[in-house]
Nanobody
Framework: QVRLVESGGGLVQPGGSLRLSCAAS????????MGWYRQAPGKERELVAA???????NYADSVKGRFTLSGDNAKNTVYLQMNSLKPEDTAIYYC????????????????WGQGTQVTVSS
């Protein structure tokens, strides 16, 4: 199976920055997409940013201009640079990967990391 290891969360003051990383390992034929979701208390999990193997990126409107997603194909890793952080960015951030585990298109599945806490507070 596939394992996603997340790091980089923590406590930061408003206006500060953090960089999250997510590395995928295991039974990987290829990775079609990787990205980050977040979930605040009492709210549904929402997409933050995602990148495909073709380097296309999508961002939530609330983070555009502040967050930047990048990837390293050789390391099966994505990074989320978070700048100008706001209290409303506080949430558990989850890495997600859409993984091909075999050579045909139907052999794919989504995997999730355990989450890393981001807290933006004075």
């Amino acid at each position: 199976q596939v394992r996603l290891v997340e790091s980089g969360g923590g406590l930061v003051q408003p206006g500060g920055s953090l960089r999250l990383s997510c590395a995928a390992s295991g039974s990987i034929f290829s990775i079609n997409a990787m990205g980050w979701y977040r979930q605040a208390p009492g709210k549904e999990r929402e997409l933050v940013a995602a990148i495909t193997s073709g380097h296309s990126t999508n961002y939530a409107d609330s983070v555009k201009g502040r967050f930047t997603l990048s990837g390293d194909n050789a390391k099966n890793t994505v990074y989320l640079q978070m700048n100008s952080l706001k209290p409303e960015d506080t949430a558990i951030y989850y890495c997600n990967a859409r993984v091909m585990y075999g050579p045909i298109a139907s052999m794919s599945a989504d995997y999730w990391g355990q989450g890393t806490q981001v807290t933006v507070s004075s």
